[in-house]
């Protein structure tokens, strides 16, 4: 087998020769006669694997039924909130996509026609994913429970012709009636819905809109079974809009035969499985980890995949995630680190994770934020396996930097993803687009192209894809993202560029101070902004969560994690607030709204984004920082 270095090395020289090897791993119905192709009518127009025929679902499903594992579990669904536990073997879930599929067709929906998909973390929302894909429909997956307003935004557009929804969600012991929610976003919305197939749940039944809604169990059953159609590896897969701490959602839009080389691909390299291994990623279908990484990456591959219907803590404790690692045999568990730090303040010492057999567990992966040494610690401290941080986003699709397992682990640097994948022609520049010195902050950039499975345009706006991510630095994807480089070429992402601060003319990443504070003992989570500053343009502000049964003192907090950022940081850091808050406003992905509260304190207008969890938590900050007097 080839090394990182070389592979890494032809992807670069020779990214035509290097990804025709990882198209030839999977089943195509006529192989691309062409690899890698530019339409320079467009600007960054970059299309992969031209004249290809294959089929998403049929890679998923069929294939593997066809070459005689159709009763291997291809997905385990466990619902600590409703008790329920099921399985389904490649065929059985092949018969229920089809069925689905024949019920999507008898709706008059067919190739790129859209579907949205607006359902809690179901067996449904995943077969409703893979029909949609076998008929060559593009599904858009709306997560369960956001406001009606976004999904009327959604709706118009995407403009599908079907919703595929259910009655309600679960949060915790909470029942989310979605049926109204999603009647309030049809009727917001400009495009007309001619269908809606809901799903009855047993915790809160639906009143049915007559003429349009559909119930899904008596539609399924009716429904013929439909064969699967042969589409173009450019043809779109899905829509989904982004998950961003700031401006107008995103339609990243995803194609099949990128998607599926590169998803292929990094199942082995990344996450080191092989097919018929349990791989499970603790997330949620309506983000990019869920389709990657719960449906099309582990189904593709051959493994069997985790539908997970809970939450970290209380559904019902702090031991969920290494109970679910124990009954299923886990090899790769891939989650955020927000997920552990709501389990370490829950349970610091481990307590719950002993009573249970975690044998089969080889790697750990987090992603979706910066992995904190305080949580990156704590969990190789209680493990005996690589705790490995890796770092991607939705418009990718899958890793930028990951230390690749696949290869043979390098050695684990804290506070590092490792080294880019291969495809990803990785630079960190200045202002001026010009390549920073070893060690030295900048703006983290991707040369053009970019490899299979990254987003080819935004759906319905390709000025607005070229406007986000190509005008700043022709040539180069901007991430978004500062960070550096080691000597030794390891990477480290310290934050959004919007989070680095001018401090008195030194710029300062509040990564960098975040990792500082979140050492402090009685810190579970922190968040360090920088705030406008008559005398020094901006100060670090930063704003903790204590651990449970902490009991120190604000005031003696506040000293000491002035002091440390003094000592490990520098006096010119000008760290001189820290204030305790009950919590961090997030968006549901888990992301701190950092620019929000920048904003709020500076007292700039802002719109909390569509995706935050809970727009309460700003008020109580605001609250907060009023009484503290940092506000007024």
């Given at each position: 087998?080839?090394?990182?270095?070389?592979?890494?090395?032809?992807?670069?020289?020779?990214?035509?020769?290097?990804?025709?090897?990882?198209a030839q791993k999977i089943d195509w119905f006529q192989f691309p006669s062409s690899i890698l192709n530019q339409d320079k009518s467009h600007a960054s127009?970059?299309?992969?694997?031209?004249?290809?025929?294959?089929?998403?679902?049929?890679?998923?499903?069929?294939?593997?039924?066809?070459?005689?594992?159709?009763?291997?579990?291809?997905?385990?669904?466990?619902?600590?909130?409703?008790?329920?536990?099921?399985?389904?073997?490649?065929?059985?879930?092949?018969?229920?996509?089809?069925?689905?599929?024949?019920?999507?067709?008898?709706?008059?929906?067919?190739?790129?026609?859209?579907?949205?998909?607006?359902?809690?973390?179901?067996?449904?929302?995943?077969?409703?994913?893979?029909?949609?894909?076998?008929?060559?429909?593009?599904?858009?997956?709306?997560?369960?429970?956001?406001?009606?307003?976004?999904?009327?935004?959604?709706?118009?557009?995407?403009?599908?012709?079907?919703?595929?929804?259910?009655?309600?969600?679960?949060?915790?012991?909470?029942?989310?009636?979605?049926?109204?929610?999603?009647?309030?976003?049809?009727?917001?919305?400009?495009?007309?819905?001619?269908?809606?197939?809901?799903?009855?749940?047993?915790?809160?039944?639906?009143?049915?809109?007559?003429?349009?809604?559909?119930?899904?169990?008596?539609?399924e059953k009716a429904s013929p079974a439909a064969e699967w159609v042969e589409l173009d590896a450019q043809d779109p897969l899905y829509i989904l809009y982004?998950?961003?701490?700031?401006?107008?959602?995103?339609?990243?839009?995803?194609?099949?035969?990128?998607?599926?080389?590169?998803?292929?691909?990094?199942?082995?390299?990344?996450?080191?499985?092989?097919?018929?291994?349990?791989?499970?990623?603790?997330?949620?279908?309506?983000?990019?980890?869920?389709?990657?990484?719960?449906?099309?990456?582990?189904?593709?591959?051959?493994?069997?995949?985790?539908?997970?219907?809970?939450?970290?803590?209380?559904?019902?404790?702090?031991?969920?995630?290494?109970?679910?690692?124990?009954?299923?045999?886990?090899?790769?568990?891939?989650?955020?680190?927000?997920?552990?730090?709501?389990?370490?303040?829950?349970?610091?010492?481990?307590?719950?994770?002993?009573?249970?057999?975690?044998?089969?567990?080889?790697?750990?992966?987090?992603?979706?934020?910066?992995?904190?040494?305080?949580?990156?610690?704590?969990?190789?401290?209680?493990?005996?396996?690589?705790?490995?941080?890796?770092?991607?986003?939705?418009?990718?699709?899958?890793?930028?930097?990951?230390?690749?397992?696949?290869?043979?682990?390098?050695?684990?640097?804290?506070?590092?993803?490792?080294?880019?994948?291969?495809?990803?022609?990785?630079?960190?520049?200045?202002?001026?687009?010009?390549?920073?010195?070893?060690?030295?902050?900048?703006?983290?950039?991707?040369?053009?192209?970019?490899?299979?499975?990254?987003?080819?345009?935004?759906?319905?706006?390709?000025?607005?894809?070229?406007?986000?991510?190509?005008?700043?630095?022709?040539?180069?994807?901007?991430?978004?993202?500062?960070?550096?480089?080691?000597?030794?070429?390891?990477?480290?992402?310290?934050?959004?560029?919007?989070?680095?601060?001018?401090?008195?003319?030194?710029?300062?990443?509040?990564?960098?101070?975040?990792?500082?504070?979140?050492?402090?003992?009685?810190?579970?989570?922190?968040?360090?902004?920088?705030?406008?500053?008559?005398?020094?343009?901006?100060v670090p502000l930063g704003l903790v969560l204590l651990k449970d049964g902490s009991n120190i003192s604000s005031s003696d907090l506040e000293r000491d994690?002035?002091?440390?950022?003094?000592?490990?940081?520098?006096?010119?850091?000008?760290?001189?607030?820290?204030?305790?808050?009950?919590?961090?406003?997030?968006?549901?992905?888990?992301?701190?709204?950092?620019?929000?509260?920048?904003?709020?304190?500076?007292?700039?207008?802002?719109?909390?984004?569509?995706?935050?969890?809970?727009?309460?938590?700003?008020?109580?900050?605001?609250?907060?920082?009023?009484?503290?007097?940092?506000?007024?």
């Open positions: 087998m080839s090394t990182y270095a070389e592979d890494y090395a032809k992807s670069i020289e020779e990214p035509e020769a290097f990804w025709r090897e990882q127009s970059w299309r992969w694997f031209g004249g290809g025929k294959l089929n998403t679902s049929w890679l998923a499903l069929d294939r593997h039924v066809k070459d005689g594992r159709g009763d291997q579990d291809a997905l385990i669904y466990d619902s600590p909130v409703t008790g329920v536990r099921q399985r389904y073997t490649f065929a059985e879930l092949t018969n229920r996509v089809a069925k689905v599929a024949g019920g999507l067709r008898d709706l008059d929906v067919s190739k790129g026609d859209r579907v949205i998909i607006y359902m809690p973390m179901v067996p449904e929302a995943v077969i409703g994913m893979l029909a949609c894909a076998r008929i060559g429909a593009i599904h858009s997956v709306v997560f369960g429970g956001f406001a009606s307003a976004e999904l009327a935004m959604r709706i118009d557009d995407a403009s599908p012709k079907v919703i595929l929804s259910a009655s309600c969600g679960i949060e915790f012991e909470t029942i989310i009636p979605y049926k109204p929610l999603l009647d309030e976003g049809i009727r917001l919305a400009e495009t007309n819905v001619e269908h809606v197939v809901l799903l009855q749940r047993s915790q809160s039944k639906a009143e049915l809109t007559e003429g349009r809604d559909i119930d899904w169990v008596s539609w982004t998950s961003g701490t700031t401006g107008r959602p995103k339609g990243v839009l995803r194609d099949n035969g990128g998607h599926a080389v590169a998803l292929n691909y990094s199942m082995k390299a990344v996450y080191g499985v092989e097919p018929g291994d349990v791989y499970w990623a603790a997330s949620d279908v309506g983000w990019v980890v869920g389709h990657s990484y719960i449906v099309y990456g582990p189904l593709i591959y051959g493994c069997t995949t985790v539908l997970y219907e809970g939450k970290p803590v209380r559904t019902p404790d702090a031991g969920s995630f290494w109970r679910v690692i124990q009954d299923y045999d886990v090899k790769t568990f891939f989650t955020a680190p927000t997920a552990f730090r709501a389990i370490r303040k829950e349970d610091p010492e481990a307590s719950l994770m002993k009573s249970f057999d975690l044998t089969s567990l080889k790697y750990l992966f987090l992603a979706g934020e910066r992995l904190d040494p305080a949580t990156f610690h704590w969990l190789d401290d209680i493990t005996d396996i690589p705790v490995i941080d890796h770092w991607w986003q939705t418009e990718t699709g899958w890793s930028i930097c990951a230390n690749m397992v696949g290869y043979g682990l390098n050695e684990i640097r804290e506070g590092s993803p490792t080294f880019p994948v291969p495809g990803y022609d990785l630079a960190v520049v200045n202002d001026s687009g010009q390549e920073v010195a070893v060690g030295e902050e900048g703006i983290v950039v991707i040369k053009e192209p970019l490899p299979p499975g990254s987003l080819p345009t935004v759906w319905g706006d390709h000025q607005r894809y070229v406007d986000s991510y190509w005008s700043e630095f022709p040539g180069y994807y901007l991430t978004g993202d500062g960070g550096y480089r080691d000597a030794d070429g390891y990477v480290y992402i310290m934050g959004r560029i919007d989070d680095v601060m001018n401090v008195a003319g030194h710029r300062l990443s509040t990564g960098q101070m975040e990792e500082v504070v979140a050492t402090h003992p009685a810190v579970a989570e922190c968040a360090v902004i920088g705030i406008q500053d008559d005398d020094k343009g901006q994690l002035i002091q440390m950022v003094r000592n490990n940081v520098g006096p010119f850091a000008n760290f001189k607030r820290a204030i305790v808050v009950p919590r961090l406003p997030k968006t549901r992905s888990g992301k701190i709204l950092r620019q929000v509260l920048r904003k709020m304190v500076d007292g700039v207008p802002f719109e909390p984004p569509s995706t935050i969890d809970d727009p309460l938590a700003i008020s109580e900050i605001r609250g907060v920082l009023i009484e503290s007097r940092v506000m007024r």
